[in-house]
């Protein structure tokens, strides 16, 4: 039984102060979940604040982004190393708008996983088609390709510390959403290359979020998936009353 994961990227949002009072609100709502895993990702200047007021509560820090390489002379990048010294468990790496603005390709995110790795940091491996890739059946050529690449001279003792989060791109931020039954079908897929990379029950393991305008209404019918383990939540995290629906999806 794969434990539900729901995860809020803030992207570029929030200020110290903000960022304060929803980890304190967050704490003071959640401090004794055990049932499911609860992240937030502010962006780096906010990370240590953070770390620290959720630290030894169920709610994990991740930090949106991360260099495969330092210490060293990489002006204005932060090393998997200093991700752990602040205390971040996680990091997500490959997510389309690292993609598309930032023009990311399949093997850098390959260097960032193993990067974060081999210091203890879980990584969560965005994966998702545009818009014209799904319109050409392109699909699940896409998604193999990143998902293979990502995974590239991984070991399976790795597998369980792996998260995949599948991302269709044209359904984020434009508030249309792919149907549970879309979702799945892909979830069921990727799981199924997991399988073929890793093995059948180390694919079993790992979870697959979806992200795409997951919102307090859809978030039930994607959550009752087979295959689909949480969410990786954009604008609907920002509000701690939304977020706090999406990490009680099921207890309403």
């Not at 896409?142 to 690449?149: D, K, L």
């Not at 995949?164 to 979702?183: H, L, S, V």
Request: aromatic letters at 6%; hydrophobic letters at 45%.
């Amino acid at each position: 039984m794969r434990k539900p994961f729901i995860a809020g990227n803030w992207k570029l949002n929030k200020y110290a102060a903000e960022v304060e009072a929803f980890c304190n609100g967050l704490k003071e709502r959640f401090a004794t979940t055990d049932d499911r895993d609860i992240l937030i990702a502010p962006v780096a200047l906010h990370l240590q604040t953070a770390c620290a007021i959720v630290r030894g509560t169920p709610i994990h820090v991740a930090a949106q982004n991360v260099y495969f390489r330092g210490p060293g002379a990489y002006t204005g990048e932060i090393s998997p190393a200093q991700l752990k010294d602040i205390g971040c468990s996680h990091c997500i790496i490959g997510h389309s708008e690292r993609r598309t603005l930032f023009h990311e390709q399949d093997a850098m995110v390959n260097l960032k996983a193993r990067a974060l790795l081999a210091e203890g940091i879980k990584p969560i491996i965005c994966i998702g088609e545009t818009l014209p890739e799904r319109e050409a059946e392109r699909v699940f050529d896409v998604i193999e390709r990143q998902v293979m690449v990502a995974l590239h001279q991984v070991k399976q003792a790795h597998a369980r510390d792996i998260t995949i989060a599948y991302e269709p791109i044209w359904a984020i931020g434009t508030g249309k959403t792919a149907t549970p039954e879309m979702a799945q079908e892909v979830h069921a897929f990727i799981r199924g290359l997991l399988a073929k990379r890793f093995s059948p029950a180390g694919a079993d393991a790992m979870r697959i979020l979806y992200g795409g305008s997951v919102k307090p209404a859809n978030v039930n019918g994607l959550m009752a998936q087979r295959d689909i383990d949480g969410a990786l939540v954009g604008g609907a995290s920002l509000k701690i009353e939304d977020f706090s629906r999406l990490i009680t999806f099921d207890k309403a």
